[in-house]
């Protein structure tokens, strides 16, 4: 069974470059109707997505985060990085990896990491 | 931007029927997703497509979607469905949106 991992920078001092990565086992990041994404979540708020990589290459980003953030696939360590530079303390977050299924207009997260708390700080 | 709009909570006696409504600009247009997160969870994808539920989740939970509005409906909710709801929706530049999320409160 298709299981994700985060892991990376658990805390981070303001300015810097947040980076983590989502390991898959059970499976790989492979492409088709899939997509793999990030989505954030500050404590006791709700959920921000991030942004998505599908086909190895297309990324779409929040544009909120579009200037500071990339999503990447590397295939031959089986995993999916963010990238976040000049991070703040308003990006202290848990951070979920998550695997996309896309249809037409149908686009949701199937596949969810346990989520790994990034502090700004 | 596109925002969608739930209600920060709602409350509901066990046995009862819940209802969490999602709102955005002709939201019954796209799809809408719902999530159930409980605390210290990760969020797990209850309804999809509007209306269809995945594999495993009981039947109890349905969802419908018209004009702005989206609704997450739970029958005979049980205390274990106490948790977050969050709504979401795909919109055409391809970028995914999220409801602000309601907690749901078993009385």
């Known amino acids: 069974q298709l299981q994700l991992q985060e892991s990376g920078s658990g805390v981070v001092k303001p300015s810097q470059t947040l980076s983590l990565t989502c390991a898959v086992s059970g499976g790989s990041f492979s492409s088709g109707s899939f997509s793999w994404g990030w989505i954030r979540q500050p404590s006791g708020k709700g959920l921000e997505w991030i942004g998505y990589?599908?086909?190895?290459?297309?990324?779409y980003y929040n544009p909120s985060l579009k200037s500071r953030v990339a999503v990447s696939i590397d295939r031959s360590k089986n995993q999916l990085s963010l990238d976040m530079n000049s991070v703040t303390a308003a990006d202290t977050a848990v951070y979920y990896c998550?695997?996309?299924?896309?249809?037409?207009?149908?686009?949701?997260?199937?596949?969810w990491g346990q989520g790994a708390q990034v502090t700004v700080s | 931007s596109y925002d969608l709009t739930q209600p920060p909570s709602v409350s509901v006696f066990p046995g009862q029927t819940a209802s969490i409504t999602c709102s955005g600009d002709k939201l019954g247009e796209k799809y809408a997703f719902w999530y159930q997160q409980r605390p210290g969870q990760s969020p797990v994808v209850v309804i999809y497509?509007?209306?269809r539920r995945p594999s495993g989740i009981p039947e109890r939970f349905s969802g419908s979607s018209s004009g702005n509005t989206a609704t997450l409906t739970i029958s005979g909710t049980q205390a274990l469905d106490e948790a977050d709801y969050h709504c979401?929706?795909?919109?055409?530049?391809?970028?995914?949106?999220f409801g602000g999320g309601t907690k749901l409160t078993v009385l």
């Open positions: 990589i599908y086909d190895g290459e297309t990324s």
């Open positions: 497509q509007d209306n």
């Open positions: 998550a695997r996309g299924l896309r249809d037409g207009m149908s686009h949701y997260f199937d596949l």
């Open positions: 979401q929706a795909w919109d055409t530049s391809a970028h995914v949106l």
